[in-house]
Every structure is written in structure tokens, then in C-alpha cells.
């Protein structure tokens, strides 16, 4: 068991305060696996997202909790502000040890403690075990320096910096514990917002120009086995009421077999969940999509990137506008919806390659995407590139305070960037599934609640009231303890004004998933439609002691 004044502070601060997005709101999830390793060992820990708190709550929240250890999660974009937090935390706290972790200080790692006496050490790369190792050390009086620490690097007494080289990384994951079952005590995390976020493997074999994940989580893939996933999905679903996940792998479908176990065993089990998942465009088959359709995958995000062959080999993504336009054909033939991430900006961009980039977004028809400008990281083939052809200056994440670095800063790169959403808006109107879409997926797959929900939504957003109706019920009536089936119908009935029989269906929602927060909210407004203020009062306070535990 650890000491009692051995108190661990794992944050993150980004680098927008007050903006409304991901960036702010969710802590990355690093943090939370290491976080549910300290605890599992018995060290006292707890994460913090500081992205939408104040200095002088910070202040006090050090104060009171008085942590003998803080470590601080470290990007790109948010590099400035964790440093800031870092020389926070020392003047607050000053016997307290700060380290740095995460994908910029991995590879800054000796700019950072050269340059940043309020950093003690640098966490490199994947950081459970090291933060478990360094942990039982300062517990034991402080680091020692002759037992350097592999994956850590720290300034010795004498103010040198020591390596302790790479550590080995977690082969299996699935010993990792549940990071949903340690949140607990956590500050600025809604719990049921940051969990619907899985990570179910590591590592990517690719070595795209322009990303730095290789370099953090190793070129060779592990997995997660399809029954950790499952009974991470389950403690969810029972604990937090979650239902709908976002499985946020490099590429989630790299192991066939491992996708096709993960759906057998939500079909099998009868766990009616909805997700969505990113892959590659080179890694999916119809068979595997029809399950993963069946089993509640709903969309797929591809890494696109371009429609020109020479601009996706100059980003070293070995893939073709071929393979896209293949990948996007069975995606849409099992009736999921495809969303895709594009680059803008990059060095060779020409007119023609934009226009190739138009033309394949016409053909694939995603259902939306992004575009985001070439930007440098460090730790990338591009960043490294740049400084020896391009005259980019070796020491540009720490002498400018922009929180990114594009590639090219020509307002050219805007105008393509424009030019590419209005591309991807002209089609949204050509990617919703119609009618015709829905009996083709049907015929294909046979029942599945993922199509009715789809159907439904879309025959509801037509009017067609009897039709929508017709797609949940048939969800309830094959599966009635399906709670997908019964969130439908307890909207669809709202939004026409049965409230008994919204009520119901609530009802039995809430029976299904009793933390199911939004079930319990939608029964206490309803009740309050009624008239029957008692219910009303027992739904909504059951709603806000579930948001509350
Ligand atoms: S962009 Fe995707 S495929 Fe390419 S290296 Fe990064 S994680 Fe791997």
C-alpha cells in the first residue's frame, strides 16, 4: 500500500480556455490508463482536466490537495500552457515532482529539461509502467541515479540530463486495468462524456510523413482481446448507462479475426450498443463491415488524406484514390456511414491534385469529414525534412508560441482548404441513404437494429411517421431488451406528442440501463407534462444523483 503522503496528480490543460471542443473537454486518454495503473498498485491518484479552470482555482486545488507528484500531459498545441502549469506547480508546491509526458514531450524531451528547470523529468513514450516504476522510487526517498528508470529522463542533482532509454512497451494490453473503473474521484471530467472514448490497440506499421504516432506507441500493432473490449463495454453500459462508443484505434480493423470475434461476442451476448471506429482504407472487406454493421457500427472514419496519387505518396501513405473509392463502395453498400479526414497544404499541391481531391470526394460521397492543413510535429519525417531542405528552424516548437505549424502559410492553403469543404458540402446532400438504400441493406444483412435506427431516422426526418414507427418497433418486437430500440421509440413518440407512450418506452429504457441519465431526465420532463409533479421530482432527482455518482 503506498504512503499516505504520497498523493499523484495526473493533468492536462489545453490551449484554448473556454473553447467548447474535444480539445478542452476531454483529457487524452493516456491519462487515464496510467492513472487506473497507479491506483491498481495502491498509489493515491486522480486526473484533472485544468482546460476549463482558472489560476487561482488551480492554485487552490494544489494547495488542498497537496500532490507530491504531478504529471502533465504534453501536446503540441497545448506545449506553452503545460509548461505554464508546470512552473505553477512549483511555485506553489515547491518539493512537489513535475514530470512531462505525452507526444510532444517524447520528442522534445531534451529541449524541455534543459531549458525548464520547473520540469523534473520527461516520461517517453507510453508511460504506465515507468510512471509505476518512477512512482515506487520517490515513495522510497527519490530517483537513483545509478537505477536509471527506462522510459524516463531526468535532470540528475548536478543538472544533467539522464536518459534512462527506451522501455519496453505493454505487450498485453488487456492487463492494463479498466480506466473507467478508477475516474472516480476526478476534477473538470464528465465521466460519461470522456468514457464513450475506447482504445482498443497500439501502435501503427505505417510511417505517414506527417504523424508522430509510430514514434509514441511503437511501429508493431498489439491488441486489446475482443473479451477485454467486451467487458470494458459492459462496465460502462452498467456503471455509466453508456451505449453508444467511440473506438478511437490508428486503425481498428488491422486484425480481421479480432473484429470479427469483438462482433460475435456483442451479437452473442446481446449487447445493443452503437460506435464508430476509425480504419484504413486498405484494411476493410464486406464481410467484415456486414458484422460490424450488425454488431452497431454506424460510421467509419477513413484517412483519406488526397485524391493524387503523387501528393499521397510525397505523405508517405501508401495507399491509392482507388482504394479509397473501393473502400467507400462496401462501406456504403452495408449501409454505415463514412466520414473521411483530408489534408490541404501540402508542398507539390497543385490545382490539378485539388481537383483530383474534389473529384474523389464526389465519387466516395462521405457523409461529412474534415480538412486540416499540413502541419509540422515533432518526432515526424516532414518536421525532419523541413529543417534540412526547407530551411525550418530546428528549434521551432520552442521559439514560437503558435499552437500549430503549417506547412505551407501561403493563403493559397485557405482557399483550398475552402475548396475542399464546399466539395465535401456539395455532396452532403447525395450521401443520405434513401428508401431504396435501406431495402438494399436489409437484403444484404438481414434484421439489424443499426439499420432500423438508421431508417427510422431518416423516414421520421421525411415525415413519414407510420414508416419510422414501423423500423424502432420492429427493433423492440425482434429484441426486446434491446434499449436502442426503446430510446427510438421514447423520442419519436415525444416529438409526436404520445407522451403515455413515450413514458413507456422510457420506462422500459431505464429498466434496460438503469444509468441511463438521459432516460431518467426524459421521465421526469414527460411526468411533468402529465401533471404528476411527484414523478416528475423522483425522475429528474434520479437523473442528477446519477450525473452526480
Ligand atoms: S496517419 Fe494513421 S496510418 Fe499513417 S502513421 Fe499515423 S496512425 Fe499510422
Redesign the pocket.
Known sequence: MSEPDMHILLAYKSHREGADDPYTSLLPVGLLTINAVLREAGFSSLVANLSRIGREEIIRLLRSGAPSVVGLSQFTHNRFETLEMARLVKEVLPGCFVLLGGPHATCRWQEMLESSPCVDAVALGEAEMTMLELAGQLRSGGIDPSRPIPGLAFRGADGRVISGGQRPVVERLDEIPLPGRYIDNSIGVDPRQQLEFLITSRG?????S?????RFWGRRLRFRSPGSMIEEIRYLRDRYGLIYFSIRD??FTADRKRVLEFCRLLLEQRIFVLWNC?S?VNALDSEMLGWMKRAGCECIQL?V?SGSQKVLECL??KITPAESETAAILIRDVGIRLSVYLISGTIPETDEDITATCRLIESMRPSDGQVSPLVYYPGTALFEEGVKRFGVAPDLFERDRSPSFPVRADHNVAKTTRRLLKSLESVAGRTQFIDSDYRGHKKLLGYCHTTNLMAGEYLAACGNELGAEREYREIVMSEPDNPWGWLALGEFYGDCGRIDDSIAAFLRLSELVPSHEPAFRALGELFKLTGDRKKSRYYQKRADELLAG
Do not use: I, L, M, N
Open positions: 501503427c506499421p505505417s510511417a505517414c506527417f504523424c508522430s504516432s509510430p490508428d486503425t476509425q484504413r484517412g488524406e508517405g501513405k
